[in-house]
């Protein structure tokens, strides 16, 4: 890898910490790898702050705005770099989609649905 070396000292509980989460999060190869997305995420994410100001109200009825943890945001950043995602916003709505969007939510509405127009034909007769 190019690029230079630098030296960072963590305290000893820090270290565990760091390595209790790369344990967990197997997408993260090692230490420096992790280093790297996190500082790099700060900074995009405190400049992003800067330039914003206070967060702006979505102009969709439909549009939400989040603010989304910084190793999670650098996760969807690496994966739309790796050509998974799109963009940000699509990596989101699939996320939301796996969660909300079950099958048996989607019977229920088709079901409710489906009642509601009979309703209305029997109303109409």
């Avoid at 989304?68 to 709505?93: H, K, Q």
């Amino acid at each position: 890898m190019d690029g230079e070396r630098i030296s960072l000292r963590l305290e000893p509980e820090d270290l565990r910490m760091l390595d209790s989460f790369l344990v967990e999060h197997p997408e993260f190869s090692n230490r420096s790898h992790l280093a790297r997305l996190a500082i790099r995420g700060f900074i995009e994410q405190t400049a992003a702050t800067a330039d914003t100001g206070n967060v702006c109200q979505p102009s969709k009825r439909n549009a939400v705005t989040i603010e989304v943890p910084a190793l999670a945001y650098m996760t969807i950043e690496d994966f739309i770099r790796a050509g998974v995602y799109n963009s940000m916003e699509d990596a989101v709505v699939e996320c939301l989609r796996e969660k909300f969007i079950t099958k048996e939510a989607k019977d229920r509405i088709l079901r409710q649905q489906a009642e509601s127009v009979r309703a209305v034909e029997v109303l109409d007769r």
